[in-house]
């Protein structure tokens, strides 16, 4: 199978060496190796972590002087890669061996498909959950004015759909939903792959990120930006905002309850996927 595709990371200095030795593992386990893997190096970054990076086969670097943010980062990735396809990565995930081939794959299969995702497994020493998405492209667009139906880590994306939705943008903590969002205006195609090939460990830390009035402030900014540009409408913005308005002023406690509750489905530890 050919690999032509581009592996896109963005790394910046609150990466840990051990996230990223993971990280490193888990392209090297793939059954199918990409031609190009860029990384962002989104300001300083630790010599250790460049030296792991520097043996990766296949690798680009690009560095920013300073940091300019994930989205800004991303945006210079897409715009550099030298394939039609790209492959996301997060820099503190682990990919699945088969993920990449999986992936391609699918893409080679129907290339009418803009951004092909993935359910994301989400693990802690307690236990192990997953984010219950929709899989038809229909119901991702008619959900995704008001939810993010797309797990980030897990995408490939068409570069060309990509860049014309106006490819990814500075965007505090919703650079993701934003190009989503403007990639269904365009009638761009998604699908969801109903098995896990990514995992990603999340604490009380990713709570408290996605609690209080500044991850709010941030939501309704996002929020305000869309509806300006007609990606979403009046009522679909005051529905967003009311329940968002409710949940980001939970404690972290019950706003981790209501997540694994209502978006979540826990995942048996003996299971394997």
């Not at 934003?178 to 999340?202: C, D, G």
């Not at 408290?208 to 990606?231: A, E, W």
């Amino acid at each position: 199978m050919l690999n032509n595709f581009t592996v896109l990371i963005s790394i910046y200095k609150k990466n840990s060496l051990i996230d990223i030795v993971k990280l490193i593992n888990s392209i090297k386990s793939q059954t199918l190796y990409p031609s190009e893997i860029i990384i962002i190096y989104d300001g300083l970054v630790k010599s250790e972590i460049k030296l792991l990076i520097s043996k990766l086969k296949n690798v680009r670097i690009i560095s920013n002087i300073k940091n300019l943010g994930h989205g800004a980062s991303l945006k210079k990735g897409v715009l550099a890669s030298k394939f039609p396809v790209i492959i996301r990565c997060d820099a503190d995930d682990i990919n699945l061996p088969e993920r990449f081939k999986i992936l391609y794959k699918t893409f080679l299969n129907n290339k009418s498909l803009d951004v092909i995702g993935s359910f994301l497994e989400e693990y802690n020493k307690e236990a192990r959950f997953f984010r219950n998405l929709p899989t038809k492209n229909s119901t991702i667009k008619m959900l995704l004015p008001y939810r993010n139906c797309i797990n980030h880590p897990t995408v490939l994306l068409k570069k060309k759909t990509v860049l014309r939705a106006g490819n990814f943008e500075a965007f505090s903590n919703f650079e993701d939903y934003y190009l989503w969002l403007k990639m269904s205006k365009i009638n761009a195609n998604f699908i969801n792959i109903p098995k896990i090939y990514v995992k990603s460990y999340v604490d009380v830390k990713f709570y408290k990120r996605r609690g209080g009035i500044h991850y709010f402030k941030d939501y309704k900014m996002f929020m305000t930006k869309s509806l300006k540009f007609n990606l979403i409408n009046k009522i679909q913005f005051i529905i967003n905002i009311s329940i968002r308005y409710i949940i980001q002023n939970l404690q972290t406690k019950w706003l981790r309850i209501f997540y694994n509750i209502i978006l979540r489905k826990k995942i048996a530890l003996n299971l394997k996927m």
